[in-house]
């Protein structure tokens, strides 16, 4: 059995104080959760997120990482400054990340592949633009972004590896893939990973569900045979609305 994971990715809220009174917040409503819990936060709210959380069982995560060690990457953060940090998991391939700032398959493949081998957790993020959707080329586009973005990594590396399927036109919009599509959606990543590891590795790694899930459709979503939990946005900046997705 795959042990779900409920990640939410801050985006570009939430200072330190914010940081910490959300945290205080959310750690009694989460402490007996099933699942495992991680807050991704802003590069300046991670070293207050990582005191904040201590003795709690909520990790926490950032929202990218460079793939080069140093250099001329002004704005850049490497794995190593997170590491130095406490941090433990990295988002890498959001949609807004490739949307707003030429992130591309390939770029994401560096960062994943530095970020294992720093030993950081990666939450490894694909997903369709809705034109592509429309267009019925959802399982090329996923399978796609899968295998280039894996490109590299080892069987023993999948071990920490979690995928989130976060259908672009369901973010931010309160648009959601229904249950089943996603679940259909998510099996076709699983069997891209079966195809390219083996039938253990691709059942072993979790797969979120990363569009718009809520309080109201967690647990309709989370049901799901082949969804694992939920890389949550908007309803994660509320630590009721969190704990009830932890908490599905």
């Not at 794995?79 to 949307?99: C, F, K, N, P, T």
């Not at 280039?148 to 989130?164: K, Q, S, Y």
């Amino acid at each position: 059995m795959r042990k779900p994971i409920i990640a939410g990715n801050w985006k570009m809220n939430n200072n330190i104080a914010q940081t910490k009174q959300l945290i205080a917040d959310l750690k009694p409503l989460v402490a007996d959760a099933k699942c495992d819990v991680v807050v991704c936060a802003p590069y300046t709210s991670l070293a207050a997120a990582v005191e904040a959380t201590k003795g709690s069982n909520i990790k926490v995560g950032a929202e990218n990482v460079h793939w080069a060690e140093k250099g001329a990457y002004t704005g850049e953060i490497t794995a190593d400054m997170l590491l130095e940090l406490g941090v433990e998991y990295v988002i890498i391939g959001h949609s807004e990340r490739r949307q707003y700032f030429g992130e591309t398959d390939e770029t994401v493949n560096l960062r994943v592949k530095t970020a294992l081998a720093k030993g950081l957790k990666v939450i490894l993020c694909v997903g369709e633009l809705l034109n592509e959707r429309e267009a019925g080329i959802t399982p090329e586009v996923v399978r796609r972004q899968t295998k280039i973005a894996l490109t590299g990594v080892t069987h023993e590396d999948l071990d920490n590896i979690v995928i989130a399927y976060e259908p672009v036109w369901a973010i931010g919009t309160g648009k959601t893939a229904t249950a089943q599509d996603a679940n259909d959606t998510i099996k076709i990543i699983r069997d891209c990973l079966k195809e390219m590891y083996c039938e253990k590795c691709g059942e072993k790694v979790r797969i979120q569900y990363g569009g718009s899930m809520k309080p109201a459709n967690a647990a309709e979503l989370m049901a799901m045979p082949e969804i694992d939990g939920g890389l949550i946005g908007g309803a994660s900046l509320k630590a009721e609305d969190f704990s009830k997705i932890v908490n599905y």
